[in-house]
C-alpha cells in the first residue's frame, strides 16, 4: 500500500499570501496518477487537480499542482478568505487507492 | 449535470448490516468510462477508500479493509449500493458515492454526492 504523508498538518496564512503544501508518497506514484481535493466543513471534497498538475473544471488558477515520483505540491498563490480549508492528495497509481492525512490551512 | 444523492439509515445498531444506496441523476450509471466508487471518512479524520464498481457488477474492494463490504449496481434504477456487515463503533461515519472518471477501479473521483451520515449504535 503507497502511505502518503502530507506537511504540514496545519498551516497558518493570511490573505494574499502564498500557500505551499506537501504530499510525500511512500513509493513512486506509477504515471503521477496523484490527485488533490479540498474540504470545507460540512462538504464533501472538491476536485482540484488530477494526474498531478491537471486542473479540474472550475478551479481558479490562482491553485497550481506539480511533482512526480514520490514528491508532489500543491501551491495557491495570493489566498482568497474562500480557501482556507483542508486539503487531500490521493494517489490511484496502484492498489488501494489511499489519501493523505491532509493539511489544514486556517487563516492566522 | 450529474448528481450523486446518497441515503442510508443514519442509525445502525452494533453487529447489524449497514445499507447505503447512491442515486445518480443527471447521467447513466451504465455510461462507458466511468466506475462508480464509495468513500467513508470518521469523525475529524481523513478519507478512505472502500471500493469501486462497474455497471457490469464488477467491483473491487480495499485490501487493507476487513471482508464484509458489497457494492452492487441496479442499472434499471440508475443507483448503486453499499452493504457492510456487522458493523462495528469503527464503521462509524460520513459515506460519500462518487464517480470515477475512467476504465480503471482505480482514479480520482469527478463527481461527488454530499454524504450520509452513519452512527453506530451499541
Known amino acids: 500500500e503507497t502511505v502518503l504523508t502530507q506537511s504540514p498538518g496545519t498551516l497558518s496564512l493570511s490573505p494574499g499570501e502564498r500557500a505551499t503544501l506537501s504530499c510525500r508518497a511512500s513509493?513512486?506514484?506509477?504515471?503521477?496518477?496523484l490527485a488533490w481535493y479540498q474540504q470545507k466543513p460540512g462538504q464533501a471534497p472538491r476536485l482540484l487537480f488530477y494526474g498531478a498538475s491537471s486542473r479540474a473544471t472550475g478551479i481558479p488558477d490562482r491553485f497550481s499542482g506539480s511533482g512526480s515520483g514520490t514528491d508532489f505540491t500543491l501551491t495557491i498563490t495570493r489566498l482568497e478568505p474562500e480557501d482556507f480549508a483542508v486539503y487531500y492528495c490521493q494517489q490511484y497509481g496502484s492498489s488501494p487507492i489511499t489519501f493523505g492525512q491532509g493539511t489544514r490551512l486556517e487563516i492566522k | 449535470q450529474l448528481q450523486l444523492q446518497e441515503s442510508g439509515p443514519g442509525l445502525v445498531q452494533s453487529s447489524e448490516t449497514l445499507s447505503i444506496t447512491c442515486t445518480v441523476s443527471g447521467g447513466s450509471i451504465s455510461s462507458d468510462g466511468y466506475f462508480w466508487g464509495w468513500i467513508r471518512q470518521p469523525p475529524g479524520k481523513g478519507l478512505e477508500w472502500m471500493g469501486s464498481v462497474y455497471y457490469s457488477g464488477s467491483a473491487y474492494y480495499n485490501p487493507s479493509l476487513r471482508s464484509g463490504i458489497i457494492i452492487f449496481v441496479d442499472t434499471s434504477k440508475n443507483l448503486f449500493s453499499l452493504k457492510v456487515s456487522s458493523v462495528t463503533a469503527a464503521d462509524t461515519a460520513v459515506y460519500y458515492c462518487?464517480?470515477?472518471?475512467?476504465?480503471?477501479?482505480?482514479?480520482?473521483?469527478?463527481?461527488w454526492g454530499k454524504g450520509t451520515t452513519v452512527t453506530v449504535s451499541s
Open positions: 513509493q513512486s506514484v506509477s504515471s503521477s496518477y
Open positions: 462518487a464517480r470515477l472518471p475512467a476504465k480503471s477501479y482505480f482514479y480520482y473521483m469527478d463527481v
